[in-house]
């Protein structure tokens, strides 16, 4: 696409130059027409120039790869070449640099060159698509002006858009404990007429049922609003739960994007585990009314693509790990004894309420890295309080530094479990 701007100041400084050379005409004898002749000639020059310089270039990016993983090295390459027998005028040209850790950059700003007949201008770059997310890179824009300033001409480009998604990673046998017996433990505590971890049927939704279970694909097929329809649980079932409370802005940028990152590929790894093994799970994320009923593999691929715009700006509590008698895994970035600020409540009191009322309750905390001794401190004096209902759930903290390493103590809590 093509934008076109023209300089107003500069178009009236240049008629006041014409007005001033036409009125000296007669005043210098035969040179008159040579001296309105030499404003006109400049003028023309420097459009033509400009003119031929759009229509003579040329550019090329590259990219090593089109589907990046994470922390993978990405080598890029610009060439803007000249085609025609003049020098072009000066080629401004902008990037386009952005997504999770991205926030410096070399070229960032206007980058400038004149090219010389059939000459190249070769730029190269190396980034790494560090953390899950998207990644715009590449041309945004070139910017072409004639060498009076009288008219800007933008060819908009498009950058790159890279998805990297999180990583899954293969998971030990011990994580079956998270969700063995759940159905059990719903029949026993009973009080439901429906339970998300046997699947029956689409129903059509009625006036007052919410969009807490809606069939989103089907609607967004049909155009008709239907609900999933669940019987009595006697199986194998996991409800999760992702915190998408923020962490505090003091913490480092790079530390906030591994505790994020670590936890959305832990719940994925997860999900995919249970999806090899025919167990139906449910993820809520923050504490939002709608969940995803993960039955078989097309709903985990649909939420995985999604995956990438799942974010950490929902400030309100989740309420929604503490309802229902199922077991359930709280994945969360927060303290166990921090208070929330909003209504003056910490994880650990409902956890405790859970536990002790022998719902299987369970929860991962990815740290950031500068606060993994607090949080660890903070669980093991939870555990210990907790030490009589230990069979009731698994409360760990994971280093987000070190990666899917960092879940070893997860599994070996599981297999004590």
């Known amino acids: 696409m093509l934008q076109v701007r023209l300089s107003l100041p500069v178009i009236m400084v240049l008629f006041f130059i014409l007005a001033l050379f036409n009125s000296l005409q007669g005043l210098v004898g035969p040179y008159s027409g040579i001296l309105l002749f030499i404003p006109v000639s400049l003028v023309g020059g420097s459009l033509f120039q400009l003119f031929y310089t759009y229509a003579h270039f040329g550019f090329h990016q590259d990219f090593s790869t089109d589907h990046p993983v994470r922390g993978e090295p990405v080598r890029y390459s610009l060439v803007i070449h000249?085609?025609?027998?003049?020098?072009?005028?000066?080629?401004?040209?902008?990037?386009?640099?952005?997504?999770p850790g991205l926030e410096t950059f070399f070229y960032e700003g206007l980058q400038g060159c004149i090219l010389l007949p059939h000459e190249n201008q070769k730029t190269e770059f190396t980034f790494y698509c560090q953390y899950r997310g998207v990644y715009s890179v590449g041309i945004r824009r070139l910017i072409f002006r004639d060498m009076l300033g009288i008219i800007e001409l933008s060819y908009i480009a498009e950058p790159k858009i890279f998805y990297v998604y999180p990583e899954i990673h293969r998971l030990p046998s011990s994580i079956d404990t998270f969700f063995s017996s759940s159905g059990e433990q719903s029949?026993?505590?009973g009080g439901f007429t429906e339970e998300v971890g046997?699947?029956?049927?689409?129903?059509?939704?009625?006036?007052?049922?919410?969009?807490?279970?809606?069939?989103?694909?089907?609607?967004?097929?049909?155009?008709?609003?239907?609900?999933?329809?669940?019987?009595?649980?006697?199986?194998?079932?996991?409800?999760?739960?992702l915190d998408q409370r923020p962490l505090s802005q003091g913490i480092l940028s790079e530390e906030r994007l591994l505790a994020e990152d670590g936890a959305i590929s832990f719940i994925f790894s997860l999900l995919?585990?249970?999806i090899e093994r025919g167990?139906?799970?449910e993820l809520v994320l923050g504490n939002a009314e709608t969940t995803y009923p993960i039955m078989e593999r097309k709903d985990f691929d649909y939420l995985y693509q999604i995956?990438?715009?799942?974010?950490?700006?929902?400030?309100r509590f989740p309420f929604t790990a503490f309802t229902g008698d199922y077991t359930v895994l709280l994945v969360t970035l927060?303290?166990?004894?921090?208070?929330?600020?909003?209504?003056?409540?910490?994880?650990?009191?409902?956890?405790?309420?859970?536990?002790?009322?022998?719902?299987n309750t369970h929860c991962v905390l990815f740290s950031p890295p500068s606060l993994y001794s607090t949080y660890k401190m903070l669980a093991e004096k939870s555990k210990e309080a907790l030490y009589p209902f230990r069979k009731n759930g698994v409360l760990q903290?994971?280093?987000?530094?070190?990666?899917?390493e960092g879940w070893k103590d997860i599994f070996d809590e599981l297999e004590a479990f």
């Open 334 to 359: 927060q303290s166990l004894w921090e208070e929330d600020p909003l209504i003056q409540v910490d994880l650990y009191t409902h956890i405790e309420q859970r536990v002790r009322s022998e719902k």
């Open 82 to 99: 000249n085609e025609g027998f003049l020098p072009t005028t000066l080629i401004r040209y902008e990037f386009s640099y952005t997504g």
């Open 198 to 241: 046997v699947f029956e049927n689409l129903i059509p939704l009625r006036d007052g049922e919410g969009d807490r279970y809606i069939a989103w694909k089907r609607f967004a097929s049909t155009g008709v609003p239907c609900r999933y329809q669940y019987g009595k649980a006697s199986g194998r079932f996991l409800k999760i739960v």
């Open 187 to 189: 029949v026993l505590y």
């Open 272 to 274: 995919n585990h249970m």
């Open 279 to 281: 167990i139906p799970a």
């Open 307 to 315: 995956s990438t715009g799942i974010s950490f700006t929902d400030p």
């Open 397 to 404: 903290v994971v280093n987000s530094n070190l990666g899917p």
